[in-house]
T-cell receptor
Framework: GDSVTQMEGPVTLSEEAFLTINCTYT??????LFWYVQYPGEGLQLLLK?????DKGSNKGFEATYRKETTSFHLEKGSVQVSDSAVYFC????????????FGSGTQLTVLP | ETGVTQTPRHLVMGMTNKKSLKCEQH?????MYWYKQSAKKPLELMFV???????ENNSVPSRFSPECPNSSHLFLHLHTLQPEDSALYLC?????????????FGNGTRLTVT
């Protein structure tokens, strides 16, 4: 079946450091890929998405590129801020149907001032 | 204001209690979802309601019972829960179930079963 594997956290960085959170997936066909973010005490919010190979999703300084050859969708940001501290979830949708959305287990990011 | 409102934010209940979680969305969406979020586990989809269909995850125990009276409101009725049911329960909505329509989540109800 479809699955998403994220790097295990927690990840702790200093402000202005470079961030990479790895995400790889297993799926048949051509899934859409997403990153969601969950700030403390809140639900998940869509951060960015990519719907086909080589697409780059970007938002709030975060980027991720859909790499079909390596089945990856790594999240990157060049300079993190304290306000980026949150849990980040990679997810895939194999068919365009939200009820088939499969989430990774999440990566906790803490950014220190 | 997220557009998806869940109440209560926190709930503590005994194993013999009956309680309900409420979710309301003000986004004009046509699909609503219940997810269970447990520590160090992926989000688990429990139920989906939409204009197209109701979908259940067959692994969800019958002690969880959803109700969707209209497209804006979704309930999760709880009875005779177990301690392992303690988790964060998230409601979400989307414009449709299809076409990569993104999910909008509420802030969740933190449930503790004693």
């Amino acid at each position: 079946g479809d699955s998403v594997t994220q790097m295990e956290g927690p990840v702790t960085l200093s402000e202005e450091a470079f961030l990479t959170i790895n995400c790889t997936y297993t799926a048949t066909g051509y899934p859409s890929l997403f990153w969601y973010v969950q700030y403390p005490g809140e639900g998940l919010q869509l951060l960015l998405k990519a719907t086909k190979a080589d697409d780059k999703g970007s938002n709030k300084g975060f980027e991720a590129t859909y790499r079909k050859e390596t089945t990856s969708f790594h999240l990157e940001k060049g300079s993190v801020q304290v306000s980026d501290s949150a849990v980040y979830f990679c997810a895939l949708d194999p068919s365009g149907s939200a009820r088939q959305l499969t989430f990774g287990s999440g990566t906790q990011l803490t950014v220190l001032p | 204001e997220t557009g998806v409102t869940q109440t209560p934010r926190h709930l503590v209940m005994g194993m013999t209690n009956k309680k309900s979680l409420k979710c309301e969305q003000h986004l004009g969406h046509n699909a609503m979802y219940w997810y269970k979020q447990s520590a160090k586990k992926p989000l688990e989809l429990m139920f989906v309601y939409s204009l197209e269909e109701r979908v259940e995850n067959n692994s969800v125990p019958s002690r969880f019972s959803p109700e969707c009276p209209n497209s804006s409101h979704l309930f999760l009725h709880l009875h005779t829960l177990q301690p392992e049911d303690s988790a964060l329960y998230l409601c979400a909505s989307s414009r449709t179930q299809r076409n990569n329509s993104p999910l909008h989540f509420g802030n969740g109800t933190r449930l503790t079963v004693t």
